[in-house]
């Protein structure tokens, strides 16, 4: 699939709509300033911007989505990887329950440091003890409210906010179960509605995938997205287990049963129907395989060479931890499990492509 046309076409969007030139200093209350991609003291404005949804037409954000516990602050954390990799982050990466109000006061300062500029993707399921089908009905529209007067007196800059990620796993084809595929589009319409009534403008309507090729075959699949007008960004989760062998194949996975089909992994089937939404890996990551220390390094080594054949994808956040929960081989994903890893991880983070502002 030649991946060069979606790439002239969002190019257009995100000038057409570009609110920052590179270069400058933070541009406005929620946008930051740019350097240019080869790293140099100046930039040139029609070449590198960013839009209104902020989507960098050059390069991608860099983030982090640590293991954090539920009620623990994640500045120490945010920090200590900070001093890990030998940068700061461009995105935090958190989680919350249907009863919190966010941003917390711990989220909003790291978005206020001094010399950072640090912005937020927040996942948030509106369902818990409650069906889809009951918060399309208008079941969370009390704790939807809320959380828009929240914003509005607590955090008005723009994030992303992620509408209980990855369903797939969670479909239920029953008719009265409440958690079909067309529950769960009804849902995310009615959330992104009801915020939109009550003046919440600075949020960023993300749907985020699993990406895993089993469900996406599934004949339901294509009913979970909400549509273009309800849906800001898409992202999806891969991790690169021992059979993933570089960042083509973790951005195109597909399973042996789909292989045999011909079927396309996650990026080229986004190309097809959604190819105008930037996309984001609101996790990803690479496991650590026992008696192979030598290839978490080449992965990452991997991603700086491959990445300039994947333009749509805008945003990644690093799901770092020793223990990720239903993982091979301990699920040890995290990027200091050897200096060799640890080494390439912070050139990586180093490139131009993940360095698009000062």
Known sequence: MDRRMPWRAFLALATATSLVACGGGPGGDDLPGLSDRSGGASATPDKCTVSAKLVPSCGAWWGVTPAVGARQDPSSIVHAYERQIGRP?????????????????????????????????????????????????????????????????????????VIHHEPEEEVKTGLNSGYTAEDYRKMFRHVVTEFRSQGARNILFTMVYMGYSGYMV?????????????????????????????????????????????????????????????????????????????????FFRNVAKEFANFPRVKALAYYNTTHAVNMPDGGNTSIDATPSALKAFRTLGKSPEFNVRR
């Open 218 to 298: 599934k004949p339901w699949f294509k009913d979970l997205y909400p549509g273009d007008s309800y849906v800001d960004w898409v992202g999806f989760d891969p991790f690169a287990k021992s059979n993933i062998k570089d960042f083509p194949g973790l951005l195109n996975k597909v399973a042996a049963p789909q292989q045999s089909l011909g079927f396309p992994g996650f990026y080229d089937y986004s190309n097809k129907y959604f190819p105008d939404k930037p996309l984001m890996l609101s996790e990803w990551a690479v496991l650590e395989t026992p008696g192979d220390p030598g290839r978490k390094p080449a």
């Open 89 to 161: 982050v461009d995105i935090y990466h958190g989680y919350h329950s249907t009863n919190d109000l966010f941003p917390t006061a711990s989220e909003i300062a790291l978005t206020r440091e001094s010399g950072r500029h640090r912005m937020l993707v927040l996942n948030w399921k509106p369902d818990s003890g409650k069906t889809w089908r009951q918060v399309a009905a208008g079941a969370a529209d009390a704790q939807i409210d809320r959380e828009a007067a929240y914003l509005k007196s607590h955090f008005t800059k723009k994030f992303w906010l």
